[in-house]
C-alpha cells in the first residue's frame, strides 16, 4: 500500500475516516542523493488479456510455475518454506508474544517502509517509499542505504499518491533486487534493478506513467516478474531480464472500488498460481498460471478470501497455502489457514475477518506493536513485517517473529 507524507495525510485524513464509517471496515487509502541510476529506454506495456482457461479456477491445476518461486515485491524468492513454526490457539498467542522490535525507524528521516524482502543471513532490505531509497537492515537493527531513485522533476505527480512512490521490492536468488518506482512521469515510472555486484542501478521496464505501480513478485523457474498496478486494477508481466511489459490480467476483481483508493496491490508467486490482494474490497485472489513458462497466461481468479478491511501485502508460511494477510489501515495482521472448518477470531477468541471458505485470524494487532503494516516476507520459520506508520505518523519499524500456523 502507497505510503503517504504528512501533507498528504492533512489533506485526506477527512475523506478517509468518511469512508471508513460509511464502510464500517476501515479505510485506507528525501533525503539520499541521487544514485542516479540508468534509465534505458523500454516501451510501455501492451495489453494481453487472454481468455480465460475453461474450467479453470482457485483449485484447478495449472502449467507454469510449479512452486513458491518469489515474493511480492514485499518478500523474497525462493524462501526455505520450513514446516517449523508455531502452531494452534497456543501457539498464535505465543508468536505474539515473541514478536520484537528489529528496526527503530526515524520517520523525520522519510524512514516510512513500504517493501520488505529477507534474506538468507537473518538481515532485510526494504524500500522507504518517499525518500526513494533502498536500504538494508542487519540482523542487529542497523539501517544502510543501498541506492536511491533518481527524483522526477518537481513538477511531477504521481497519481493517487502525489509525491514520488516506491512500492514492492522483490530479491532473486543471487541477491539481485528488483523494485517497482511510480513517478507520474513516462521516463522513470517502471521496474528498476540493483546488482549485487555493485553494478548500480537501473530501469529495466518502463510502465505507464499514469499508474501506480505496487507489488512485484518474482517466478524464478519461469524467469518472469509480476507487478500490480492499483490504480489500473491491473497485473502486468515482464521478463526478469528486463523488456516490455504487457498486461497479464484485467479481470474485474482486480479493479478498485467505484470511488475508492487502489485496488491489485499485494502479489505472490506459489504453487502454480499468482495470489494478489485487493486493497479497496478486502479479497485475495488465486490466478492458475496457464501456457507455456515463456509466456504464461492468467486462468480464471478464485476468491481465497474476501471481507478483509483494507489490506496490502500477503505472506505465506510455508509450502501450502496458509498464508498471512496485513490489515494497513486497522494494523492487524490476519493468518487465513489452508482449507475449511477453522473457526474464525483472534488468537484470544474473538471474532476475525471475513473469508470465502476461510477463517481468518488475527494474530498481531496494534497492542503488539504494529503501526499501519504495509509488507511481510518470511524466511524459514521466520517472519518480518515492515510497519509504515503512514497513518499513525509515528513509529515507523520493522519486527520479527515465529511463523504462526
Not at 502454480?272 to 481468479?301: E, I, K, M, Q, Y
Not at 494497513?328 to 495482521?333: F, K
Request: glycine share 18%; charged share 20%.
Amino acid at each position: 500500500m502507497p505510503q503517504f507524507s504528512r501533507r498528504f495525510v492533512a489533506v485526506s485524513c477527512t475523506v478517509l475516516i468518511a469512508l471508513y464509517v460509511s464502510r464500517a471496515g476501515g479505510v485506507d487509502g528525501g533525503p539520499g542523493g541521487g544514485a542516479g541510476g540508468t534509465v534505458t529506454t523500454a516501451e510501455p506495456p501492451a495489453r494481453l488479456d487472454p481468455p480465460a482457461a475453461a474450467g479453470a479456477g482457485p483449485g484447478a491445476g495449472a502449467a507454469g510455475p510449479g512452486g513458491d518461486a518469489g515474493g511480492d515485491g514485499k518478500a523474497t524468492e525462493d524462501q526455505g518454506a520450513s514446516d517449523q513454526g508455531v502452531m494452534g490457539r497456543e501457539g498464535l498467542a505465543e508468536a505474539a508474544d515473541r514478536v520484537r522490535v528489529l528496526a527503530g525507524l526515524d520517520i523525520d528521516a522519510g524512514q516510512q517502509p513500504e517493501g520488505i524482502a529477507a534474506e538468507p543471513v537473518g538481515s532485510t532490505v526494504v524500500t522507504f517509499a518517499h525518500t526513494r531509497q533502498i536500504a538494508r537492515i542487519s540482523p542487529g537493527g542497523k539501517v544502510r542505504v543501498l541506492a536511491t531513485l533518481p527524483a522526477p522533476p518537481p513538477s511531477a505527480e504521481t497519481p493517487t499518491v502525489g509525491e514520488p512512490f516506491l512500492g514492492g521490492i522483490v530479491r532473486a536468488g543471487d541477491g539481485t533486487l528488483y523494485v517497482t518506482y511510480g513517478t507520474g512521469t513516462a521516463e522513470l515510472t517502471g521496474v528498476w534493478r540493483l546488482s549485487p555486484d555493485g553494478g548500480g542501478i537501473r530501469r529495466i521496464a518502463a510502465l505507464p506513467a499514469d499508474g501506480l505501480p505496487n507489488g512485484i513478485a518474482l517466478d524464478s523457474r519461469a524467469g518472469q516478474l509480476y507487478v500490480t498496478d492499483s490504480v489500473a486494477g491491473v497485473v502486468l508481466r515482464l521478463p526478469r531480464d528486463g523488456g516490455r511489459a504487457v498486461v497479464w490480467s484485467s479481470d474485474p476483481l482486480l479493479a478498485p472500488d467505484p470511488g475508492g483508493f487502489a485496488g491489485a496491490n499485494g502479489i505472490r508467486v506459489h504453487r502454480g498460481a499468482v495470489w494478489v490482494t485487493n486493497h479497496d474490497r478486502g479479497t485475495v485472489l488465486r490466478f492458475p498460471v496457464t501456457g507455456s513458462p515463456a509466456s504464461p497466461t492468467a486462468g480464471r481468479p478464485g476468491t481465497v478470501a474476501e471481507g478483509l478491511g483494507e489490506i496490502d501485502d500477503l505472506e505465506f508460511t510455508g509450502d501450502g497455502d496458509t498464508l498471512l494477510v496485513t490489515g494497513v489501515t486497522d494494523s492487524r495482521v490476519l493468518l487465513i489457514r489452508d482449507g475449511t472448518g477453522e473457526g474464525g477470531g483472534d488468537r484470544n477468541g474473538g471474532g476475525g475477518g471475513g473469508s470465502a471458505g476461510r477463517a481468518a485470524v488475527a494474530v498481531l494487532d496494534e497492542d503488539d506493536g504494529l503501526r499501519n503494516p504495509s509488507a511481510l516476507a518470511r524466511h524459514g520459520a521466520r517472519v518480518w513485517i515492515a510497519n509504515s506508520a503512514h497513518y499513525t505518523l509515528a513509529e515507523p519499524r520493522v519486527l520479527v517473529m515465529p511463523v504462526p500456523r
